[in-house]
């Protein structure tokens, strides 16, 4: 989940981990659930800084950049009503330090967590080095059938 103007997320976004992605980026539906300016509010992203970015089509596309804070979510459980929610993260953890993170729609997003039918339109971060090289962060090699991996990452 991810910070933005001190107010914590409640619900996560969904993330794919990126080793080769040396920033983050998050989609226009991500930005918007951040509470961040509109794509269309020129003005808001005027003076922010600008980063290129290579989708996974090869063709290169200009990102807005803001300050965001992400932090950690646990695992997926219902609540008392059966809705899903997420675990809260240990006493010891602290959030990663702030990051420039892209804004925009890369292909990766409607592309890799699509259906096959369907394009993805929810909001979506690709998690990249930025944020990764901040923490010791192991993932676990897979387990047949299944896509799920567990993610270990140190507290501080």
């Known amino acids: 989940s ?13 993330g794919i981990l ?7 980026a998050v989609n226009w539906a991500g930005a918007e659930f951040l509470g961040l300016p509109p794509k269309g509010d020129r003005a808001a992203y005027q003076s922010s800084p600008t980063i290129m970015g290579v989708g ?9 950049m803001k300050n965001i804070a992400f932090t950690f979510s646990g ?8 809705k899903p929610s997420f675990g809260q993260p240990p006493k010891s953890w602290r959030p990663w330090e702030p990051v420039q993170v892209g804004i925009g729609d890369l292909p990766v997003f409607s592309e890799l967590l699509g259906d096959g ?7 979506a971060v690709l998690i990249g080095l930025d944020i990764l090289s901040q923490r010791r962060v ?8 299944t896509r799920r991996r567990r993610l270990f990452v140190s507290p501080s």
């Open 2 to 14: 991810a910070q933005n103007s001190g107010d914590v997320q409640k619900q996560p976004i969904v």
């Open 18 to 24: 990126d080793c080769g992605a040396t920033f983050s």
């Open 56 to 64: 996974v089509d090869g063709r290169p596309q200009y990102l807005p």
């Open 75 to 82: 695992d997926i459980q219902q609540d008392s009503s059966g």
């Open 117 to 123: 039918r369907r394009p993805y339109q929810g909001p």
């Open 138 to 145: 192991i993932m676990e090699a897979g387990v047949v059938g």
